[in-house]
Protein backbone atom coordinates (compact mmCIF):
# COMPACT_ATOMS: atom_id res chain seq x y z
CA UNK A 1 0.00 0.00 0.00
CA UNK A 2 1.30 3.14 -1.44
CA UNK A 3 0.32 6.47 0.69
CA UNK A 4 0.97 9.71 -0.12
CA UNK A 5 1.05 13.36 1.56
CA UNK A 6 1.68 16.32 -0.38
CA UNK A 7 2.67 20.04 1.59
CA UNK A 8 3.72 23.20 0.71
CA UNK A 9 0.49 25.11 -0.61
CA UNK A 10 -0.90 28.67 0.39
CA UNK A 11 -1.77 31.39 -0.57
CA UNK A 12 0.33 33.54 -2.37
CA UNK A 13 0.43 36.87 -4.39
CA UNK A 14 0.52 36.97 -8.25
CA UNK A 15 4.45 36.38 -9.41
CA UNK A 16 5.19 34.47 -6.35
CA UNK A 17 6.56 31.23 -5.55
CA UNK A 18 5.43 28.14 -3.63
CA UNK A 19 7.48 24.60 -3.78
CA UNK A 20 4.71 21.76 -3.21
CA UNK A 21 6.65 18.42 -1.50
CA UNK A 22 5.21 14.88 -2.06
CA UNK A 23 6.30 12.58 0.56
CA UNK A 24 5.87 8.87 -0.56
CA UNK A 25 5.80 5.42 1.76
CA UNK A 26 4.94 1.72 1.72
CA UNK A 27 6.51 0.82 -1.94
CA UNK A 28 9.57 0.74 -3.74
CA UNK A 29 9.67 4.92 -4.66
CA UNK A 30 12.52 5.26 -6.93
CA UNK A 31 10.72 3.00 -9.72
CA UNK A 32 7.43 4.87 -9.67
CA UNK A 33 6.65 7.09 -12.25
CA UNK A 34 5.08 10.25 -10.27
CA UNK A 35 2.26 12.99 -11.41
CA UNK A 36 1.21 16.03 -10.12
CA UNK A 37 -2.41 17.09 -10.94
CA UNK A 38 -4.59 19.65 -10.08
CA UNK A 39 -8.13 20.74 -9.76
CA UNK A 40 -9.54 23.81 -10.08
CA UNK A 41 -13.08 25.06 -8.66
CA UNK A 42 -15.73 23.33 -11.38
CA UNK A 43 -13.09 22.36 -13.48
CA UNK A 44 -12.03 18.55 -14.34
CA UNK A 45 -8.71 17.50 -12.82
CA UNK A 46 -5.77 17.92 -15.05
CA UNK A 47 -2.12 16.28 -14.92
CA UNK A 48 0.26 19.06 -15.02
CA UNK A 49 3.26 17.77 -14.73
CA UNK A 50 4.95 14.10 -14.33
CA UNK A 51 8.75 12.52 -13.63
CA UNK A 52 9.65 9.05 -14.46
CA UNK A 53 11.76 6.40 -12.52
CA UNK A 54 14.60 7.81 -14.51
CA UNK A 55 14.13 11.47 -14.11
CA UNK A 56 12.28 12.75 -17.27
CA UNK A 57 9.72 15.02 -17.21
CA UNK A 58 6.60 16.65 -18.84
CA UNK A 59 4.76 19.73 -18.49
CA UNK A 60 1.07 20.89 -19.32
CA UNK A 61 2.07 23.94 -22.15
CA UNK A 62 0.58 25.90 -19.53
CA UNK A 63 2.73 25.84 -16.95
CA UNK A 64 6.13 24.66 -18.70
CA UNK A 65 8.79 27.21 -18.32
CA UNK A 66 7.47 28.56 -15.11
CA UNK A 67 7.02 24.89 -13.22
CA UNK A 68 10.10 22.42 -12.35
CA UNK A 69 9.18 18.72 -11.37
CA UNK A 70 12.23 17.04 -9.10
CA UNK A 71 12.50 14.28 -7.40
CA UNK A 72 14.75 12.98 -4.51
CA UNK A 73 14.84 9.40 -4.40
CA UNK A 74 16.58 9.17 -1.13
CA UNK A 75 13.84 10.95 0.36
CA UNK A 76 11.08 9.49 -1.46
CA UNK A 77 9.66 12.73 -1.73
CA UNK A 78 8.97 14.79 -5.45
CA UNK A 79 8.78 18.62 -5.19
CA UNK A 80 6.60 20.82 -7.59
CA UNK A 81 8.66 24.03 -7.72
CA UNK A 82 6.36 26.86 -8.52
CA UNK A 83 7.39 30.26 -10.06
CA UNK A 84 5.83 33.35 -11.61
CA UNK A 85 2.40 32.41 -10.12
CA UNK A 86 -0.36 33.56 -11.92
CA UNK A 87 -4.26 33.82 -10.66
CA UNK A 88 -5.42 31.03 -13.08
CA UNK A 89 -3.06 28.11 -10.92
CA UNK A 90 -5.25 28.51 -8.10
CA UNK A 91 -6.26 24.63 -7.60
CA UNK A 92 -6.56 21.80 -5.08
CA UNK A 93 -2.44 20.03 -5.68
CA UNK A 94 -2.80 16.26 -5.71
CA UNK A 95 0.41 13.87 -6.48
CA UNK A 96 -0.24 10.14 -7.75
CA UNK A 97 1.32 7.37 -8.68
CA UNK A 98 -0.41 4.21 -10.34
CA UNK A 99 -3.65 4.09 -8.54
CA UNK A 100 -2.33 5.73 -5.14
CA UNK A 101 -3.46 9.54 -4.70
CA UNK A 102 -2.64 11.78 -1.85
CA UNK A 103 -4.89 14.38 0.08
CA UNK A 104 -4.30 17.38 -2.06
CA UNK A 105 -3.01 20.80 -1.08
CA UNK A 106 -4.39 23.85 -1.74
CA UNK A 107 -3.22 26.55 -3.94
CA UNK A 108 -4.80 29.78 -4.04
CA UNK A 109 -2.61 32.63 -6.00
CA UNK A 110 -4.47 36.21 -5.23
CA UNK A 111 -4.84 39.13 -8.04
Known amino acids: QVQLVESGGGLVQAGGSLRLSCAAS????????MGWYRQAPGKSRELVASITDSGSTNYVDSIKGRFTLFRDNAKNTVYLQMNSLKPEDTAVYYCATSDYWGQGTQVIVSS
Open 26 to 33: GGIFSFYT
